[in-house]
């Protein structure tokens, strides 16, 4: 059964390059969303995507979009690379916790992008 | 404007003993409160859930509790074993749907003393 699987693992890009990061959901999750981790801090919330469309936005730079594919999978994408993007970018489809009645997500591994 | 802070930065606790994680919000409108666990190289785990409407939820090990008065959530974790040697995220969100934006705090690193 697999999990949220990401792509590449590990990426080092030069200031000014351009980034593509995927994502594929858990089968059967619709959602998927997308956060960053710099070393030392929580996840900050980037995008929002459910059946294909964006249902919420973080407050980043229009440097960073994304997208949901028909198959759910998505792509993250970063333009004109700072060195203050350097992070883990984790990526989470959810799923309804039954317990809870709530919901709870489940992380992929992340992308770890190295700006140098 | 830090709504969720998780005020600890580290902990450390003899193994058998309880680990006592603590966390702090200032937004009202959150509702739905959930802990993660982290180990390094790898993305943050589900641990345990609690929505606004109850004040303790229990999970084994694990039970968090919820003051809504207070905007003060704990995580108990008895006894304390070294695999949950960890950092321990507490994030909060606005509703319950799937998918909803999870604002996390800064984490807690717990260092369980064989």
């Known amino acids: 059964d697999a999990g949220v699987t990401q792509s590449p693992t590990h990426l080092i890009k030069t200031r000014g390059q351009h980034v593509t990061l995927r994502c594929s959901p858990i089968?059967?999750?619709?959602?998927v969303s997308w956060y960053q981790q710099v070393l030392g801090q929580g996840p900050q919330f980037i995008f929002q995507y459910y059946e294909k469309e964006e249902r919420g936005r973080g407050n980043f730079p229009d440097r960073f979009s994304a997208r949901q594919f028909p198959n759910y999978s998505s792509e993250l994408n970063v333009n004109a690379l700072l060195l203050g993007d350097s992070a883990l970018y984790l990526c989470?489809?959810?799923?309804?916790?039954?317990?809870?009645?709530?919901?709870?997500?489940?992380f992929g591994s992340g992308t770890r992008l190295t700006v140098v | 404007d830090q709504q969720v802070k998780q005020n600890s930065p580290s902990l450390s606790v003899q193994e058998g003993r309880i680990s006592i994680l603590n966390c702090d919000y200032t937004n009202s409108m959150f509702d739905y409160f959930l802990w993660y666990k982290k180990y390094p190289a790898e993305g943050p785990t589900f641990l345990i859930s609690i929505s606004s409407i109850k004040d303790k939820n229990e999970d084994g090990r694990f039970t968090v509790f919820l003051n809504k008065s207070a905007k003060h959530l704990s995580l108990h974790i008895v006894p304390s074993q070294p695999g949950d040697s960890a950092v321990y995220f507490c994030?909060?969100?606005?509703?319950?749907?799937?998918?909803?934006?999870?604002?996390f705090g800064g984490g807690t690193r717990v260092l369980v003393k064989p």
């Open positions: 994030a909060a969100s606005v509703g319950k749907a799937a998918g909803n934006k999870l604002t």
């Open positions: 089968s059967g999750h619709k959602s």
């Open positions: 989470a489809s959810s799923y309804t916790n039954p317990r809870e009645g709530g919901y709870g997500y489940t």
